[in-house]
């Protein structure tokens, strides 16, 4: 018999930790199911600790959720994963034997909790007081009578962490080009001899989206990260933005009380605003 509140809490976090798990599963972006995963063990640890398992609780969050899944995160947002790049199949027939691999796991699972003898167990408490307390009697287990499964799980975990770092290790087969190469090979081929301009310089504006502008007042792509062109994520600058940032030039230069910079003239905004025309209407075909 459990009582009125642990069974209330039971409910909401086992509704919790379900929806973490299917929003983990069903999420198309890698950092929603990070998030989605996060909430599950952390629903969990709770469930552990109502059951006076407080430390496989305080594990539970510091361990997997604090650290492995905090790591995961970041990697994540860092790299910058989209959801285009998580449908290319590396290895082929990997969601084959991943199905098979889940429902042969799933069967195991189904047929060890059918086996289980739950006609009589012991509570928590009474394996805590039996035990000395909760840690001393998870220690008891993990190195008397499961030591041979924490063994394996150590080295399977290790065997993995080494495959990693040798799948991502990249043999330095050429030699690296220095400056100066670099500037004799750009000034042979004759593409971009000087350096890329820094993002948002001439813009007045520090975002990494937001381009540089060039003399003649026409935003400069290559100055944002190729990575946002691509996925569309550039700020455009319009003939509005200009005439603000024209504005705020003249007010700073008259507070500083220095020499106003020349206005742009007309005929350069009027460029800006039928480029900005026919960008609408590639958009709208």
């Known amino acids: 018999m459990t009582s009125t509140g642990e069974a209330v809490q039971f409910w909401v976090l086992a509704v919790v930790a379900v929806g973490g798990a299917l929003g983990m599963v069903l999420c198309r972006k890698a950092v929603h199911s990070a998030l989605c995963l996060a909430g599950t063990m952390i629903a969990l640890a709770i469930c552990y600790m109502a059951e006076g398992a407080v430390f496989l609780g305080i594990v539970q969050i510091v361990v997997y959720t604090g650290a492995i899944m905090m790591l995961f995160l970041f990697v994540v947002m860092l790299v910058g994963v989209s959801s285009a790049d998580s449908v290319k199949e590396v290895l082929k027939g990997q969601r084959v034997a991943a199905v098979v691999g889940g429902l042969g796991f799933g069967v ?39 030591v041979w499964a924490f063994e394996v799980t150590g080295a399977l975990l290790i065997t993995a962490a080494v495959g990693a770092m040798v799948l991502t290790h990249r043999e330095a087969t050429e030699v690296k080009q220095s400056q100066r190469e670099l500037a004799e090979q750009r000034v042979r081929l004759g593409t971009q001899v000087t350096p890329l301009p820094a993002p948002g310089v001439y813009a007045r504006h520090n975002a990494v989206d937001a381009p540089g502008l060039l003399p003649d007042g026409t935003p400069a792509e290559i100055s944002v990260n190729p990575t946002l062109r691509q996925r569309g994520q550039m700020r455009h600058l319009g003939s509005d933005l200009l005439r603000r940032m024209g504005e705020l030039e003249q007010s700073t230069a008259g507070w500083l009380g220095r020499k106003a910079p020349k206005p742009r003239s007309g005929a350069e905004l009027a460029r800006v605003e039928s480029e900005e025309t026919e960008q609408r209407e590639v958009e709208s075909k």
């Open 108 to 146: 195991l699972l189904c047929a060890g909790i059918a086996n289980a003898n739950l006609h009589s167990f012991q509570g928590v408490g009474a394996a805590n007081q039996a035990a000395g307390g909760n840690v001393p009697g998870l220690a008891a287990l993990i190195f008397t009578r499961y």
